[in-house]
């Protein structure tokens, strides 16, 4: 029973990770306005970037790294489409998806099922990691875990909430007009906040294949980009609420194999299902919640809509 | 027919039969064989599930087709890789035939996907890997895994501690049963009381839910790994906890040098090219499905670092006697249920192997388990 504990929990956190970095991305452009469906397609990119990476370089940080840069860069793009050229959100990012799958299936070709060369390994904390359970369930991980569960979701938090920036940021996505006339840079800061977005999502594909699996195969993002679209909505647009809603889907997903490992009387089939099933529990939930809490988890208001100055 | 009969709904095998007996009405001549190609205008297709760089089950049959092109090398080949069960699948087989193949090795079963198309492309030959029906003009292929299976669990059975072994399986297909019936069987012959934990992935390539199949696994308590994967993500997550585990397809002790058991390795290159000479000749017959036996077509691979002398021994022992004949799949074999599946004294004979659908004593996980 502690080992089917620890098992879950370590495996949450390893697995989670991949969805708190790419719903963290899918928040700041959220709010700033901008909904990015091209997440499933940025991982993707990301992933197979880091494994070309490292198996050129064998430095795991390099890999991650080459992996922000891809993401980064796709994020431009996709940004001068929708903030600049003002086209249909929805529609680019559908587009990113297919063509950043389509293209890191295409630029993986000669990496599909090897191991990656660097990893990020787990280490140990002396001390500790003797403690039962948390010992080896957080006490072990690679040194991102803590990165990404704890250092990130503050950062973010305390930007968005506690500085005058997160404010403005904020003010973009609810109302860019008044923004405008308050004198914020309602372009400058949507392409900025689409970029760095596009850059978590990035940094998650590049987890997933250096921390996680680790190796690249065609399909391994296996629809978590859309899972992190839909943690954003579950969780509010706040940046705490989607890593705890992603802890809670790296729990099912451990569930899972964890089930079959304990012979539950459910079918394998159901149970690789249950993070999809989770995702559309998620999404009821809010609808359900929206009448008690108000206007506490609504969408950004301007959220999707592109902003012409002119029609102010 | 009974082996048929069980794995496809029967509406299928109605047709497929209608359509051999079509088949040979109206071509009889079809059935004498093909006429020869000369090698500098043959054109031989490989069609593959999988990538060519996984390391594991498409790589051992690539393989293949380099030791083919090597004994043939004016012939021109076309390699099509990571080819998915579904109408996309028809298309690529479609266009091996507006190609001029004259042999096609399609290394996986695709059954319907595979004979809509064959059945109307009469001149080309096609074989089917682990397939499961032939045809006037295709025949399946596959080896004995359970052969080294066997010798692999008794391996297995003497270095597991708990004797609780866990096995990363696919979907719940023939060769899964058979391969872990065969694993425990070997474990049980030298520890009685070993049983095997099965958790089925819904994949045969899919290395993230590998690796946390194997974390679930040994979580749960089992100290030795076995699996069909096409890639080696579980031996990589043994490496780490140090737990021994047996792979298949290819060589692949370098991503856990520690753990690695052994490997029911796959070598397809005598098999391809012996095929591709005999079509090329003119003597190539279908309809007679091939199953390679240990030392021909499959084995055990060489023992790795895990594996203490007198195991390698004990196991290679059991190889042996395998190789002059022996057969340890006799009964009385009960299934999961208790219920007596083969009586006292009965062997299997190797399309029951081949066809295994049900999990023995002591397995879980697996359907009817």
Redesign the interface.
């Known amino acids: 029973m502690i080992d089917l504990l620890t098992g879950v929990l370590s495996t949450a956190l390893l697995a989670g990770g991949v969805l708190v970095l790419g719903a963290l991305g899918e928040v700041l452009a959220e709010r700033v306005g901008v909904f990015n469906l091209g997440l499933e397609g940025l991982f993707a990119l990301g992933g197979v970037t880091a494994i070309i990476a490292v198996a050129h370089g064998a430095n795991p940080l390099a890999g991650l790294l080459a992996a922000i840069v891809v993401g980064g860069a796709f994020g431009m793009v996709f940004a001068g489409a929708v903030v600049v050229l003002r086209a249909n959100q929805t529609l680019c990012g559908l587009a990113l998806t297919i063509a950043g799958s389509g293209l890191a299936s295409a630029a993986g070709r000669g990496y599909s099922g090897q191991p990656a060369r660097a990893v990020f390994a787990g280490v140990a904390i002396p001390g500790l990691s003797e403690l039962p359970v948390l010992g080896r369930a957080v006490f072990s991980q690679n040194p991102l875990v803590y990165v990404i569960w704890i250092v990130l979701p503050l950062a973010l938090h305390w930007l968005l909430y506690r500085t005058r920036h997160g404010m403005n940021l904020r003010a973009v996505g609810e109302n860019p007009a008044a923004a405008d006339a308050a004198g914020v840079k309602v372009g400058l800061l949507r392409f900025g906040y689409v970029v760095a977005g596009a850059a978590f999502a990035g940094a998650a594909g590049g987890y997933l294949t250096l921390a996680f699996v680790p190796s690249w195969s065609d399909g391994i993002t296996g629809g978590r980009g859309w899972i992190a679209v839909a943690l954003v909505i579950f969780a509010g647009f706040r940046p705490l609420n989607a890593t705890l809603g992603a802890f809670m889907f790296g729990v099912i997903t451990a569930l899972g194999f964890v089930g079959q490992a304990r012979n539950w009387p459910v079918p394998p089939a159901v149970l690789s299902m249950l993070p999809y099933l989770g995702t559309i529990a998620c999404m009821i939930v809010p609808a359900l919640l929206a009448g008690r809490t108000g206007q506490r988890l609504m969408a950004p208001a301007a959220l999707g809509v592109p902003y012409f100055r002119d029609e102010r | 027919m009974d082996l048929v009969n069980r794995r496809l709904p029967r509406r299928l095998v109605l047709q497929a039969g209608g359509l051999v007996a079509a088949g040979s009405l109206i071509r009889p001549a079809q059935a004498a064989g093909f006429a020869a190609v000369k090698p500098e205008q043959a054109v031989i297709g490989f069609g593959h599930v999988?990538?060519i760089?996984?390391?594991?089950w498409t790589a051992s049959h690539h393989q293949g087709l380099l030791a083919v092109k090597q004994a043939y090398p004016q012939a021109k080949f076309l390699e099509v890789?990571?080819i998915p069960y579904s109408a996309d699948a028809t298309r690529t087989f479609r266009q091996f035939v507006a190609q001029g193949a004259h042999l096609v090795f399609v290394t996986s079963e695709y059954g319907d996907l595979l004979h809509g198309v064959s059945d109307r492309a009469t001149d080309t030959a096609w074989l089917e890997c682990n397939g499961h029906s032939a045809a006037s003009n295709r025949s399946w292929y596959y080896v004995k895994h359970w052969l080294p299976s066997y010798v692999a669990g008794v391996a297995a059975g003497l270095m597991s501690k708990s004797g609780k072994l866990?096995y990363v399986g696919s979907m719940p297909v023939p060769t899964v049963y058979c391969g872990v019936n065969a694993f425990l069987m070997g474990a049980r012959s030298v520890k009685p009381e070993a049983t095997m934990?099965?958790?089925?992935?819904?994949s045969w390539?899919?290395?993230?839910?590998a690796?946390?199949?194997g974390?679930?696994?040994?979580?749960?308590?089992c100290d030795v790994l076995f699996g069909v994967m096409?890639?080696?993500?579980y031996l990589?997550v043994a490496e780490?906890r140090g737990v021994p585990a047996v792979m298949w397809n290819t060589d692949v002790r370098r991503?856990g040098p520690k753990s690695y058991i052994s490997s029911i390795v796959l070598d397809w290159t005598k098999f391809y090219v012996a095929q591709t000479k005999a079509r090329l000749e003119g003597s190539w017959t279908p309809g007679q499905p091939v199953l390679l036996s240990m030392g021909d077509g499959v084995d055990r691979d060489a023992w790795g670092d895990s594996v203490p002398g007198p195991v390698r021994a004990q196991a290679d022992a059991v190889r042996t006697r395998m190789l002059a004949g022996y057969t340890p799949f006799v009964g009385e074999i009960k299934d999961a249920g208790g219920r007596v599946r083969v009586p006292a004294g009965k062997t299997m004979t190797d399309l029951e192997l081949y066809g295994w659908n049900w999990p023995i004593e002591g397995v879980?996980?697996l359907r009817g388990?």
């Open positions: 999988g990538p760089s996984d390391e594991g890789e990571s866990g934990q099965v958790i089925v992935i819904n390539f899919d290395p993230q839910a690796a946390q199949a974390t679930a696994l040994i979580d749960n308590g096409d890639e080696a993500a990589q780490k991503y879980s996980g388990a």
